[in-house]
């Protein structure tokens, strides 16, 4: 609601004023904020692939950089590589995840609560925990292929990508499909299915095609977070180049920081194509879902039954084997030679040690209480107050999904390092950078959170006197408190857990715990990478234990929500 | 409204812990160091350094040399870093030509014999590693492999997917391997240009050979010694620290003359805390350093101080004619041309 013309009810004119003004003024800072840490990086990137020293001037422009990249048949390959491990996982993913959302929401299978739990794992975990585990069992040593097996097979390379992608896509994908699934109403199965259509049919002609715009939506960020993602290629990728590697590669081993950017905007190309894509379909599934009350379901045959129950018990053990894993693996003596229990991988070999789960830990307090205040801020705005060109801040707050992290972190480099900018080599860059490498989701779950407000609330604060402001905080606020501690644990994760928006940013002042693992596993200390990620694992757990203690059982969900 | 009473007082307690966190935030006057030594031995260091140099607040990171210089780089306009600790002077010449590096002899500069720092007074080496590779004897045995001495016998098929070296690119390691490789394989090599030298056919013959080229120059040793691989090109320490924790390796230097680098440290231009730099450099190619260094490294810079009694005395070492000048001038060029060649 507009605040215009309340003065019926008897508010006094100056009031309503300042109040627009001061509405006016947080939009524009939000506004301001996005578009300073979020887009002038990005012009810096820009202006460094397309002209020579990144000077704006016309006599600098050059098409040289691509020519080189797309000349150089090695660099060039990081393309073709990127989308080929991208859309393996896409399929893999989306299919997988249909299936056990399907699971969960159309079939009367036990344990639905385990296999939900189980499959948002991935989510409180640093991203390459899957390549690390992978590695510890189907490595060139590991305990499956080289002495369970004795074969000379390992999963370095583009397999070995594809299969922790699909790990660590997996509940990114279902929290979309089980919301689709479960939003669709069945009466169209059960109808088809009284018209004399065989399940396969119904399934084919009905389930699959009322799903269509989760799938495409599934598969977008499936294919998004996949070709963004520089932790596990790293890791495992062994001599197999993709398009972030190849960015870090260019800027650390060559120096070419023209040429990193210049990777980096072939990188943004597909990046953004997937989240319009998937801005697109949201928007449409948006018109699909009816309010409608989730109607019964009706038992399903004992095939059917144990079919699903086998399938997501395997999805979930597969899940549970990669958390099994780094976590023995932090605590045996020398795997996979010597079991006996040891302490000694957590007395870490590097320079940051405790002090980095540390840094890491109040870093990410900082990041949930920002994250968490502004995405509810910008949710507010978009949602309940749409001032002139809300547009505007609706896009500048949904981007940032699609830009991938280690290009962030590249354009903060390029256009923070100067003396004026004080942050620049104190936390408060990791900060900031994280917070907004986030903000999409953060901003749409408030905004799906204040939409659940009842309107009619706020219009009688307002029609009492309320300003905006005590509007915001003493209804809107209070109302939306799950939602914030929803924001805040999900980007307390995030800000545990990311590697590709910081690895650049992390300084001699400045460790994180989450860039130990990747030097601690460059370094050849495996069993260390493994228990610095169990400390990360159990502080993120800890966390989440407390808020549900505090928040009591009706937010059970946190997980879930974050992950959506 | 008995959750809003709970919530009030967590969220209380955050901003509690937020505030009590400040420390972390807080802007201290410290000394900022950058390093490529490796990690293990960086500790170590750090420990004696820390009871030497009580007043300084050291901060450090520990980067591959490539990371680091791409660091430097990024940041010329508004430098973090005072000092770089331990870094390839091949890397050090390049830099000191950019304009990066400040001169400064620190004391004790004259104990330093000549060949080890720079006539300007820009950096001052510390010690000298080697390259070197470190064999895996359980799976040699296995595999019934010859012993090799150098690096030709590294072209033996039998060897075939089980040897593994850095990608120089991102490893100062695998770049001194690769250099030494030049410089001793071709002659002419300061004559013509990279890719014209004779010393890439070899390189193409070992390549037939080789598993993996990685990142790290340390993890060749490390995976070799968890079986992963028979014989890993690696430097000289790794082995010893391997060889102390029980990993059944073995070490050989190339009979060809074994390529090293010198590592070096240097006072950044712009340091922000120019004293406790300048402090630390001396402290850095003091005495009690080098005797820390020498526990690690096959030779440091101070005359008079013995190596680790488990790897060879340097005097008996055949070393590779290393041309540093022409490795910084060139290395660009060399890492483009292995790149264009061996990198699928």
Redesign the interface.
Known sequence: MNTSGKEAYGVSATSLLVDKYILTGVTILVAFLLVFFMLFPIYKILVLSFFKEGVLTSENFSLGNYIRYFG?P?IA?SLYNSFYVSVVTMAVTTILAFFFAYALTRTTIRGKGFFNTVAFMPLIAPSIIQALALILLF???GLIT?HLFKVDWSI?GAWGIVISEVLYCFPHALVILYTTLSAVDTRLDEAAESLGASALQVFWRVTVPSAKYGLLSAGALTFNLTITDFGNPVVIG????VLATEIY?Q?????R?DLGATVSVILLVPSVAAFMVNYYVTRKSFALISGAARPFIRPSRPFRKWGFTIYCSLVSASIIMVFATVVMGSFVNVWPYDWSLTLKHYRF???GGYSAI??SF??S??VG?LGAFFTLIAGYIVEKKKPFGVQILYLLSVMPAAIPGLVLGLGY??AF???Y?FF?????IIVICVVIANFTLGTLSSISNIKNIDPSIEEAATSLGATSISTFVRLVF?LS?VAFFQNFVYFFMRCMTTISAVIFL????V?LAAIEII?LD???WTASADAMSTCVIAIVLLMLGLLRL???KGSSHVMGGAGG | MKNTKKISVLVTILFLCVFLGGPVFAAKKPVVVYTSLETEETVEYLKLAEKELPDLDIKIIRLSTGELGARMLAERNNPQADLVWGWAVTNMEDFRDRGLLEKYKPKGWANIPDKFKDPNGYWAAIDLYMAAFVLNTEVMAKGNLPKPKGWNDLLNPVYEGKLIMPNPASSGTGFLQVASLLEMLDPDYAKKPVKKNTGWEFLEKLDKNMGQYIKSGSKPAKLTAAGEYAIGCSFAFVYSSLKKRGSPVEMVLPEEGAGYELEANALLKGAKHKREAKKFLDWAIGESAMREYAKFKLGVTLPGIPGPADLPQLETIKLAPMDFPWQATNRGEILVVWQDKFLR
């Open positions: 150089t090695r390959r490595g060139r040593n080289a370095y062994g001599d197999y180049n590669a800027v650390t081993n060559l120096y920081f070999p590097s320079l540390w840094t109040w870093i307090l900082f209480f480099i390029l390092n100067r003396p900018f620049y080599g104190t936390p408060w209070p408190r992390v300084s001699a002042t460790h030097w460059n370094d050849g505090v928040m009591g």
